[in-house]
């Protein structure tokens, strides 16, 4: 520790863990200490867990839900209405609403929001993806459970203006959704009350 | 995620993730949504820090310290003044010190204090290593740096006794730190004050 700079091993490995969110310096110190109390149990198995994940786990080539199988566990689940198709921003937002146990459909994950500011435009967002879903004939529904801010909205309209000659009812979360808010930090039950809410635009 | 249970990687790392201290489960899902964006740059390095801590360090045999080498980095150290000796409860409160930049001899680490009611006695402590070392007869001055609750208290009425014999001066930090308080949570200032204003037992 005292000693140590870049290269000592407990100095590199609190550094790498303050830079997680929620965890500061002081944190980061008190994970590896007690870690190092016990380094076989605690710190080879996040290791080791880490190391799987970053291996296994990819983007889903349907949907974009990061998952260890592509398809994803959601896309193959036999259970889930395929008709009914949520678009989300991220899959934290995707994450949020599997929590809230909300949704019994499919996902799509845009990948972000348009945003004139950001220079996201339509082609750097997973549209083309999603409307070549669309073309399969399956999908009645999509529910555009977008972010309730400015760029969320923008991407809502756009998306409506380019799902309208497909014939297949777009909808979206119920006002409800707090102004401004992140979808991924809500509570369960403020995101299943809009969900069931959503109405046509 | 969604359909994931134990032996999802996702859901594993999480619940991993979220068992150290000051990560709960909601920062633990955002640091690996986070990590998973960007696997080789984030998710594997951490991955390879922990294992490659895991495997190096080490308590010192000299001190109990934590470190990669052993002798400890602290105890090799040819500019830290060998006479003077900082007993202190665990590790944290060693980093503590040494971030105070207030201490510039070596340390002693109890492993814990002595307690009636957690069951700890002398003999579960690093007593004899420390009057081992003592009798090598290059000690002048031991610090007791002990947590100022009634263990701590305990143990350092405890450890003068046994130390009397030795004829080696023995203080204590100054009033100064506060009562129940740990030493690892202390502003560093506190901690330098306490330390420049010891007093003999
Ligand atoms: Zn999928
Ligand atoms: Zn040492």
Known sequence: MAAGGADDPIEHLIGLLSRLPGLGRRSARRAVLKMLMRPEQQMLPLAEALQKAAEAVRPCGVCGNLDARDPCSICRDPDRERELVCVVEGVADLWALERAHAHRGLYHVLGGTLSALGGTGPED??????????????????????????????TAHYLTDRLRPTGVRVTRLAQGVPIGGALDVLDEGTLAAALKARRSV
């Open 125 to 154: 967002l997973s549209i083309q993806p999603l409307l070549a879903r669309l073309a399969e004939g399956k999908v009645e529904e999509v529910i555009l459970a977008l972010p309730a801010t400015v760029d969320g909205a923008t």
